[in-house]
């Protein structure tokens, strides 16, 4: 008897089930099986999408259109200096040549209006001939007769004259390619009834292109 409860002690007999742990039991097993069906079911709904959604990966064309972009953007870019090199060559052709111009057409009006300051009544004759050349347009007309009054104001006065200064400027061009040219003057004027006398006046003179050279088209006197 002692012998068979020691045995029953070390070998303890295990519980019988209860209806309790039969409905744990079914009940994890049907969680399990729901998992699973689950599972399954998202399984093929994520190859769908994997397949439907592969990774995109650029194509030639796309690369063409790219490099076609690019060569676009540098012909224009091109095309951009071209125009501006000319435009900016053009304009400096243009300033250059309105600097020359100008420089003639400076150069022209005091070797003119010098010649209307002879230096004595012996060679007022050249100086005629030099006014006479130097005029055109209404100055033309009137070149004859004004030389011809210098020419007796010299020789009645026994006039002589010396410029001490002469200096010009352009005042403004003209749309017909003539300029407005400012001379100021300085000289002494020497004549039967005084001696050395300081004078200073301003002419103004419209310089026009005649034949290549400028030649004066006008000429005022203006008022101090």
């Known amino acids: 008897m002692e ?8 070998n303890p007999t295990p519980p019988t089930p209860t209806a309790d742990d039969a409905a744990h039991s079914a ?9 699973t069906t689950a599972v399954d079911e998202t399984a093929p709904a ?5 397949a439907a959604d592969p990774v995109r990966r650029p194509s030639r064309l796309d690369g063409g259109r790219w490099l076609a972009g690019i060569c676009a953007v540098l012909l224009l870019a091109g095309v951009a200096v071209a125009v501006g090199g000319y435009l900016a060559h053009r304009s400096h052709a243009h300033s250059v040549a309105a ?3 100008e420089s003639a057409a400076l150069a022209a009006a005091k070797d003119c209006v010098a010649a209307t300051q002879a230096p004595d009544a012996s060679a007022m004759a050249a100086s005629q001939q030099k006014i006479i050349e130097c005029a055109t347009g209404d100055f033309g007309a009137q070149a004859v007769l004004y030389s011809g009054l210098l020419v007796d104001a010299y020789q009645a006065a026994n006039v002589q004259v010396k410029v001490s200064d002469m200096r010009a400027a352009v005042e403004r061009h003209n749309d017909d390619g003539s300029m407005d040219i400012l001379v100021a003057m300085r000289i002494r004027v020497s004549n039967t009834q005084a ?10 003179v419209r310089m026009a292109p005649d034949g ?10 203006v008022s101090k």
């Open 3 to 10: 012998g068979d409860a020691g045995s029953g002690r070390l």
């Open 27 to 35: 009940a994890d097993e049907a969680i399990d099986d729901q998992v």
């Open 46 to 50: 994520d190859a769908e999408v994997t």
């Open 99 to 101: 600097a020359r111009a």
């Open 195 to 204: 001696q050395d006398q300081e004078q200073g006046y301003r002419l103004r």
């Open 212 to 221: 290549g050279v400028y030649k004066i088209a006008k000429l005022d006197q």
